[in-house]
């Protein structure tokens, strides 16, 4: 009996950790469109944006989970810049999973 349980249990989780990462799986090739406007300050080197002064962060080689989950909050309101929140409006999860995807497989 314990044996047929444990068995269940280790069933119900890997199928949870196959779902997860189904949700997780971006389109890289599709995310280098959709982040076109992106590149306008995340794709330059060593950017600093005027008003207000900041460093503007590299995205490439980022996690694709991180960037999806920013994207996210950046959407919903738990993270706060105007510009960024501006451009995560509109996107779908999809869309972000797809950007997040381009941006976790650049290396520069």
Request: charged residues 15%.
């Amino acid at each position: 009996m314990r044996t047929k349980t444990g068995l269940m249990i280790l069933t119900v989780c890997l199928c949870s950790l196959a779902t997860a990462a189904s949700f997780a799986a971006g389109d890289a090739e599709a995310g280098r469109s959709k982040a076109f406007t992106c590149m306008g300050c995340h794709g330059v080197a060593s950017y600093t944006n005027a008003y207000p002064t900041y460093h503007v962060p590299k995205l490439g080689g980022q996690h694709a989970q991180y960037l999806a989950a920013a994207l996210a909050a950046y959407k919903n309101g738990q993270r706060s810049h105007a510009t960024m929140q501006a451009q995560a409006a509109n996107l779908s999860d999809q869309d972000m999973e797809d950007i997040a995807a381009y941006f976790a497989g650049r290396t520069e």
